[in-house]
């Protein structure tokens, strides 16, 4: 089992980035679906997921982020706007946190934030 995520990099403040993720060996459940972040010294966080097919945000990143998939190329994307310098982390994806689909999260995509 892979997920593999890119899209990442460094963007100025007020910025767009859109996160892709796909995974091997393993079916996406777009219904159950998760894009998670994370800072050195900090625990990984949840900040957009779809669960039963609704769509939920982090307080954070709502109105600027959304996610979205795609069964057939069995992909998750994260739709970044209005970007923040709190924003600045490694992404990662996963099923939502009540269905993960991975043990190993893979290397995740840094989106560095410039302000």
């Known amino acids: 089992v892979q997920l593999q995520a890119s899209g990442g990099g460094l963007v100025q403040a007020g910025g767009s980035l859109r996160l892709s993720c796909a995974a091997s060996g393993v079916i996406f459940n777009i219904n159950h679906m998760g894009w998670y972040r994370q800072t050195p010294g900090k625990q990984r966080e949840l900040v957009a997921s779809i669960t039963n097919g609704n769509a939920h945000y982090a307080d954070s990143v709502k109105g600027r982020f959304t996610i979205s998939g795609d069964s057939a190329k069995n992909t998750v994307y994260l739709q970044m706007n209005g970007l923040k310098s709190e924003d600045t982390a490694v992404y990662y994806c996963?099923?939502?946190?009540?269905?993960?689909?991975?043990?190993?999260w893979g290397q995740g995509t840094l989106v560095t934030v410039s302000s």
């Open positions: 996963n099923g939502d946190p009540a269905h993960l689909i991975a043990t190993y």
